[in-house]
């Protein structure tokens, strides 16, 4: 319909909507990366805080307090600095937008003053324009604001599906073999452990048998580690 009241005029969208999508674009292709690193410093928060909670009592116990209050701000100071950075990059969309949309607003109303001037437009065809122009331009600003969160939500949404698309790694044998009846027993013989991504080895060299109705328990460094039950057929 703007196309339709005046050609001339109409040319403004051509080169204010590709303009547009580059900003949006751009910023995103910046954003997208340390979205996806705030999340993984929220997960580091939410574990030192699950292991100050659930340890409470061995910290205090091994007056580890200090410590832990250290580790939990290291973790909160990352998060900041990564956040600021991300929403800063962020930030600089809407106003951004804001000034095409006002450019285009003006050249549209410069150029159709032209056309009234000589007779070419009348001034309730450029009225009309202008309630177009401000429905398309309106439009536009409302997708950049969906844009702000698309980063967010991909990256959520690609860390829900690495969890739906985990395989199980526990799958029962093809031939089965049958446990001898009486009570069972575990035995561990010089086994070491290391976390994913870990620099040191977090068991090593362990050497241990558990019997029957025995139990067995290893605690972490805050308290925090993981009990078996009882060992028992």
Sequence with gaps: MAYIQQPRLAKFFAIALPVLAAIILLLMHFAMPLFKSIQQKTDRINLIFREGLTGVRVIRAFRQDQREQDRFAGSNLDYTKIGIKAYTIISLMQPAVTLVLSLTNVGIVFLGSRLISGRIMEIGSLLTFLTYATQILMSFMMLSMLFIVIPRASVSAKRI?????????LKDPVKPVSMPKGPAELEFDQVSFRYVGAEEVALEGNN??????????????????????????
């Design 161 to 169: 599906n690495e969890v739906l698309d985990a395989e199980n790694q």
């Design 208 to 233: 241990f048998k558990v019997n029957a109705g025995q139990t067995l328990a290893l605690i972490g460094g805050t308290g925090s580690g993981q009990a078996s039950p009882p060992w028992s057929t």
